[in-house]
DNA sequence: TTGTAAGCGTTATCAC
DNA sequence: GTGATAACGCTTACAA
């Protein structure tokens, strides 16, 4: 602040520093409200002269008045922020979901507090309160998800929260997510459709919901297609590259091994693609695969990958758009109880061969 | 708010609401600044009593009372927030930039405040002064990156920031980036090693400053080694997928084609596999190829890929660390000058066929 | 059509 | 050892 003041007098020595309203108020013999009102368009509801508005507006313009949202924030009990947690802000997946939010968030005059709770439910537990000490109007998370009852409970105080991508079965928290059972639904039947009959899966973590949803929507495709669910051909725990690696091994041993593979995440995908190559077997070939998650470089490997694409900026939007009608009703319901699951898209290419 | 006092006075009639520093006073009959110096860890600079503090202590933790940051802020001249700027918060190397600046930032317990620019330089001027009305303690930006100006003025006005990425040569205000020239130099001298010596280059933005850095590497790799440069071997002009796969096109036409190829992002690259596939020519057989930055999938890719590999979670903590120096020496110049350039890592791989 | 004054929740200063 | 009070910069109820 001091370096300011002396830059702006140095420029010019006429020029007094406008630091806040009171100032700016003085150097025109207007009194703060005046200004208050014409910077915040209440210029015609107050009936402020024309005059008046443009002598105001171009004096804040000239001495580069930025009202202090701080302040405001202070007296209006309002701060124009929200808070996101997310798991892994580097993960081009919630990389996108942030991009939704804070693009849509900033449609609506709001700026974004961005939080990394690394996966970490403890870490997430103090980033809320964190969140919650900055007044944010209201919270976005996208839930390290095994538990979810400090949310419930700070959501149930009264903030208003929507939850992104890892949604419990049932809440009273509005919160989006992608339709994760119809995802994996319709990969496997399009497998099946074309062909194949022992599908195996290479899951994530089991204790999250998405995760869950997915093993679901697979072993339903598999029941109404008449196909047994066999226990063997379901593997894996984790959303890593290690995790594709270990158990694409482990179903390659199998006697018959798989047909074909449904990866719940592009890393598991990545850890397949690893050991295929390993043991010199080749995608849409030896075996075919479906995907969880479309990547910019999905259409670039060798076969063409055929994935499940979730609609992960629109999730981040549509949060946003929950979030909001909370907090614009804060003693309405608002959105409460409210689930929205996005449609998935399977984009077909050539990972997976034509058996009949 | 009223939602929250329900809920309390419903679970626990005799717990009154503690919405601030005040309501906690009245109940244990001390002062407000009694309890702000308890929970600001000033008790034993003013010899609080054990006992006070722990009874304040106690009761903090037992009500739940978070002190209220806004205020915080407006009374301190300081809100813990640090402000980021990036012109694509989806694109996974500025993702593991914000990373970086996340996790940094809250290590010095610093929350932030994320904004994308859409690589429009309107918006991140106006983007900058909107964080300067949230009173943001600093802002790290990555800048769109043809035009300094508006941010010089800023930053000479007494504001603390610091630049990451898309650096200017010369420039007053710290900044952190990759050594680009080293990254592309090191690369050609790869190729030229194998025995190439026909290397083109396909450019991103002929503007940006990191652009420029890579171009002037492989121009002086080539020049160093007695090998001419061809200015038909240098083409593109946006670090997109379209870019790379024109280019890639128009390179191949050329009669003789050049051996090798410096790509100078990974979009361009994915644009050039395309255009490869297409023409039925193999990467590492027909051509060679380099890529600038690193991905997951550098190494899945057929063949897999040598790139030049940038070090952007520490670009990010790097650029916390000195904004800090800034804000905590607000009257000294701080790191006022700094420029820090990251070593790259050439990543070899198989992309790049042996000549010799 | 404009202004005065109080108050939002903190913390620094000064007092005891 | 602790507390009363003013002030940070804004908005709003009330006045004029």
């Known amino acids: ?66 009202a202090n949202k701080i302040a405001r924030g202070l007296k209006m009990d309002r701060t124009d922020t929200i808070g996101l947690i997310l798991p892994d802000i580097s993960y081009p997946f919630f990389a996108v979901i942030s991009q939704g939010v804070e693009s849509e968030a900033r449609k609506f005059g709001f700026s974004l507090i961005l939080c990394d709770s690394d996966d970490d439910e403890s870490k997430e537990k103090e980033l809320i309160n964190l969140l919650l000490s900055y007044r944010v109007d209201g919270i976005i998370i996208g839930p390290v998800g095994k538990d979810y009852e ?6 149930n105080s009264g903030i208003p929260i ?25 990969a496997v039947n399009y497998m099946i459709s074309r062909g194949h009959k022992r599908i ?37 725990n984790y959303h890593s590259i290690e ?39 080749t995608v849409g070939r030896e075996f075919s695969l479906i995907s969880f998650d479309e990547q910019l470089y999905s259409q670039f490997l060798e076969p063409p990958m055929t994935t499940i694409s979730q609609k992960n900026r629109e999730m981040g939007q549509l949060a946003v758009d929950l979030l909001l009608r909370n907090i614009n009703n804060r003693n309405e319901s608002g959105s409460k109880g409210l689930s929205m ?4 898209d399977l984009i077909i290419r050539e990972s997976v061969r034509r058996m009949i």
Chains 1, 2 share one sequence.
């Open 243 to 281: 995790n594709g690696y270990k158990n694409m091994h482990i179903l390659m041993n199998i006697d018959p091994p798989p047909s074909a593979i449904i990866s719940l995440s592009n890393r598991i995908t990545l850890g397949i693609l690893k050991a295929a190559k390993e043991k010199r077997i």
């Open 1 to 66: 602040m001091k370096n300011r003041q002396q830059q702006e007098s140095k420029n010019n020595e006429s020029q007094p520093v406008v630091k806040n309203i009171n100032d700016l108020a003085k150097i025109l013999n207007v009194s703060a409200t005046t200004i208050s009102r014409v910077l915040n368009g209440k210029a015609e509801k107050f009936r402020i002269s024309k005059k008046t508005q443009i002598i105001v507006m171009d004096a804040a313009a000239k001495h580069n008045y930025l």
């Open 200 to 236: 195996a899966c290479i899951e994530g973590s089991p204790d999250l919901p998405t995760n869950y949803d997915r093993v679901r929507g697979y072993k339903d495709a598999l029941k109404n297609n008449n196909l047994q669910v066999d226990k063997n051909l379901i593997v894996g």
């Open 150 to 155: 400090f949310i419930s409970h700070i959501y």
């Open 341 to 344: 699951k996005l449609k998935t």
């Open 162 to 186: 929507v939850l992104v991508d890892r949604c419990p079965t049932v809440t009273e928290i509005p919160n989006v997510s992608s339709d994760n059972y119809q995802g994996a639904y319709d």
